[in-house]
């Protein structure tokens, strides 16, 4: 028998909804997967960054 925690809450983990103890800390992972890709955004390109006739 393995006992697995609930990586949201610290408490013993229901076969049900391994690795987590309830539908609601599965669903607080997985917003919390939802919101790290939301915050991945496309770099913009940092057109302000290089200009090579800033200085001559
Ligand atoms: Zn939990």
Excluded: N, Q
């Amino acid at each position: 028998m393995t006992r697995v925690k609930c990586p949201i809450c610290k408490k013993p983990a229901e076969a049900k909804w391994l690795p987590f103890c309830s539908k609601r800390c599965a669903d607080a992972d997985l917003g919390h997967w939802l919101a790290d890709d939301y915050a991945i955004p496309g770099e913009p390109a940092p057109a302000d960054a290089f200009d090579p006739s800033a200085e001559d």
